[in-house]
């Protein structure tokens, strides 16, 4: 709707009856199957494996279970807060996709899926944190907010108020709360989706750190003396060029006796020259 389907990278995946599949079609799906497999745990009495797959900081940072980095987001309990995210995803996601290309977006919805685990295990340092089930569609409405702002979404809101609105309403709960976890990872996912849009679109810039490298000591080397001319048996390239001259003019018969000895010098310099 939005975007320009430039190259392969922004075009659909496949087409399934005619319907366009793209990837954040396929991360849909697979949280859908997420919630189904979580729903038949659950009412088998197997709820309890959830815990092995969400996130726990303290676990984590006390037992090392470095793959609830990539497991918490498989717990997903049935809820309308999944559906509204799944909706967002398939519609922002796909729109984001379109204009920047499927590798740029899967590594920006790859960053926002590791972005909250990162979080907790540094804010779980003060206290534990446990998340599951998160899948990182309000940033993807920040980010599309981002890249179209005067687009009119619900009730003819264009998409940057209702980012502001949004943004405005769950810093003032998490402040009302207390919740200093939910605030931080609210505003850094505002900010990674706000930047990533920006950076891909050329508009910013990251700042280079040049590491400063220790420059090798210099050490001056004593010239070869040179010889004297008369040890070499070579004249000044002066004094045989106005030879040459003399002769171009006047003939071999103008030079002197002892500029003929010059000019044989340097003949005979020129010619061990010629043998080294």
Known sequence: MFGNEYSEEQRPITYLRGYPI???TLIVATYVVTLLATT???SAGLGGLGASLIFDSETVLRGGQVWRFLSYGLW???SLGFVVDMFMIVWFGRELERFFGRRTFLKF???LYLLQPLLYTLLGLLRPIQIG???GAFALFIAFATLYPNVALLFNILAKWLAAILVGIYTLIALAAQD???LVTLWAAVGLAYGWVRYAQGRLTLPKIRFASRQPKLRVLPSPKAAPPSELGDEPDTEVDALL???AQSGMAS???QERARLEKAREALMRKEQR
């Open 40 to 42: 038949l745990l659950m």
């Open 76 to 78: 997903n309990p049935p």
């Open 133 to 135: 089930g998160e899948t």
């Open 245 to 247: 001259d003399k002769i």
């Open 255 to 257: 030079l002197t006796a």
């Open 180 to 182: 200093v976890v939910a």
């Open 109 to 111: 919805y790859a960053a």
């Open 22 to 24: 793209h990837a954040a």
